[in-house]
């Protein structure tokens, strides 16, 4: 069986601040790991994907994520918010196949403050 | 890039009628289609996995006899709800998956059942 854990059901940065949303995963085959950002009455935009490639991984809108096999961990990072950033993030886990279904994360609503 | 055409975006129905949701992959052909249901600031959950000519597979709790879903083709997936309620009220996003292209997902249709 496959899940992610996202801590922090709402993250709160200053514009121009780090950002950082956490993700946990597990899985008992390797996985397949993304990001994705939901505006309001939208579907789903990908952010990033970690394919078992590099483990480091780089995305639109200056966002990235490191794959940590150690930690279980996927956590989305970006630099700099800026105050389109705000939105609803979800982590998500399948395994190596485009038949597998994915499973989300709970989410995480991103504010940024002016 | 894959592109996957969700119509409508939105639709209001009265209690005891049926609801058509169509999902279409533009420029690829989706081996697999997924359907998922999502509440108001609640996560993505995965209702059913469809293949084309077969039937769906229905995640555990939910009502294939009310959630009808159809893949005709490689291109097509429909989700049709059956005697709606105002409980299934709700945000409904469909996915397709290949392997070349992976997961794309619909803009989804909000469902809202008076």
């Known amino acids: 069986a496959q899940s992610v854990t996202q801590l922090g059901s709402h993250v709160s940065v200053s514009e121009g601040a780090l950002v950082l949303l956490r993700c946990n995963y597990s899985?008992?085959?390797?996985?397949?790991l993304f990001w994705y950002v939901q505006y309001p009455n939208q579907g789903l935009q990908l952010l990033l994907k970690?394919?078992?490639?590099?483990?480091l991984v780089k995305g639109i809108n200056g966002f990235e994520a490191e794959f940590k096999k150690s930690e279980t961990s996927f956590h989305l990072t970006k630099p700099s918010a800026h105050m389109s950033d705000a939105a609803e993030y979800f982590c998500?886990?399948?395994?190596?196949?485009?038949?597998?279904?994915?499973?989300f994360g709970s989410g995480t609503r991103l504010s940024i403050r002016p | 890039g894959a592109v996957v055409s969700q119509h409508p975006s939105w639709v209001i129905c009265k209690s005891g009628t049926s609801v058509k949701i169509e999902c279409r992959s533009l420029?690829?052909?989706?081996?697999?289609m997924f359907w998922y249901r999502q509440f108001p600031k609640q996560s993505l959950m995965l209702m059913a996995t469809?293949?084309?000519?077969?039937?769906?597979?229905?995640e555990q709790g939910v009502e294939k006899d009310k959630f009808l879903i159809n893949h005709a083709s490689l291109t097509l997936s429909t989700l049709t709800v059956t005697s709606a309620h105002p409980e299934d009220s709700s945000f409904y996003i469909c996915?397709?998956?290949?392997?070349?292209?992976?997961?794309?997902f619909g803009s989804g249709t909000r469902l809202t059942v008076v």
């Open positions: 420029d690829f052909q989706a081996t697999t």
């Open positions: 998500a886990v399948t395994s190596r196949s485009s038949a597998s279904k994915i499973i």
């Open positions: 996915s397709a998956s290949e392997e070349s292209h992976g997961y794309t």
């Open positions: 970690y394919t078992s490639a590099a483990t």
């Open positions: 899985s008992s085959v390797p996985p397949y």
């Open positions: 469809s293949n084309e000519g077969s039937k769906a597979t229905y």
